[in-house]
């Protein structure tokens, strides 16, 4: 099994938020600064990666009939326990992603990937998978955030010590990039570059696949 190929599908083929528009409400809510964004992805991709694990060591004493309730309560127990990190640790990073650490419990994605691919296969595969699908989230959401902060208030980092005045000081933005439809008009941009790009992919795959078939009769005709 080739662990890059399921790290890398999670970054672009199976991006959560912009290819398969899963887990959109972190993505309006909480990407109002890269600082929020990334704190809430680095939750996810932690989340999703534990419980893959745990679902793919326990899959074979859970009855299928059952495994929802199951995987949701291995959900809520890792954000618990995540939570808690975070309100000894990181107290910061706790008290501005506040009540959206909670709703991580019914993100889809998380429980997408114990149903789709965690029940499925082993432990390892199934770790690499949560870490790719997280790390594809998190990209995303640092990517909305940095957008709507730099072009909202000229700054990146806004509120931390490392914050950057990227455009001058006059610089007055547009109040819609740092509101929830500006996270609206982000994500549309984007989900549509990448199915235009996923699109040229599949046509170039496609053009591949008939030239080496052409080559193939050929070969075949000649002998």
Partial sequence: MNYWEIFKKGIFEMNPIFRLALSLCPALAVTSTVFNAFGMGICVTAVITANNIVVSLIKNLVNPKVRVPVFITSIATIVTLTILVLEAYAPSIYKELGLYLELVVVFAIILARAEVFAM?????????????????????????????????????????????????????????????????????????????????QDKQAALKAKAASQLTGQRSEAV
């Fill in 120 to 200: 499925k296969n082993g432990v390892i595969p199934s770790a690499i998978d949560g870490l790719g699908m997280g790390a594809g989230f998190a990209l995303a959401m640092v990517f909305i955030g940095a957008v709507r902060e730099l072009f909202g208030t000229g700054m990146l980092l806004s509120g931390t010590s490392m914050a950057l005045q990227v455009f001058p000081e006059t610089y007055n933005g547009p109040m819609i990039m740092i509101l929830a439809p500006g996270a609206f008009l982000v994500i549309g941009l984007m989900i549509g570059m990448f199915n235009v790009i996923g699109e040229y």
